[in-house]
């Protein structure tokens, strides 16, 4: 059999991949953090109206069974009546639309090393000049191996 450069590189690729492991690195992580938005303090719920001008405290929940690494919150227009995989409940949408003048929040955050539990507690601000109806609020969580989920619900901008 001819070994040619291309087998070369797949035979040391398969030592490396099967000589290499860690002795302090006994558990391998299955399992994925999670995110509670629908508890007494979660905001916004499934369905909510958020009035322009006005400023809100978006919180959720989110819990891992080693460590905690980061978060983000995504909003953004849901005019074109896309959903995403993980909303639960259907709201009561508005006619389909183009966008003018959406408002769009996609912020990341660190959390602080150590922690399996965090309350999410972000401050934002909803600005007077934007285009008023269907808008997504999603949550996402990355623990410290690299698990991510991601929740999102639609929620409502009102004049």
């Not at 539990?117 to 269907?134: A, K, L, Q, R, T």
């Amino acid at each position: 059999m001819k070994l040619t450069i291309k087998h070369f590189y797949f035979l040391a690729f398969l030592i490396l991949v099967t000589s290499c492991s860690s002795d302090d690195d006994n558990t391998t992580d299955l399992d994925k953090p999670t995110i509670l938005v629908n508890y007494d303090g979660g905001f916004p719920q499934a369905c909510q109206e958020l009035s322009k001008g006005e400023t809100y405290s978006f919180s959720a929940l989110v819990i891992d069974n080693l460590e905690l690494a980061s978060y983000s919150i995504d909003i953004h227009n849901n005019f074109d009546h896309h959903t995403h995989d993980d909303q639960e409940a259907t709201c009561e949408l508005d006619p389909i639309k183009d966008p003018i003048n959406p408002f769009i929040f996609i912020e990341n955050y660190a959390i602080e090393a150590g922690l399996t539990s965090y309350e999410i507690n972000v401050s934002i601000d909803i600005p007077n000049d934007i285009d008023s109806g269907d808008y997504h609020c999603s949550y996402s969580v990355t623990d410290v191996t690299g698990w991510q989920r991601i929740t999102s619900l639609d929620i409502k901008i009102i004049d």
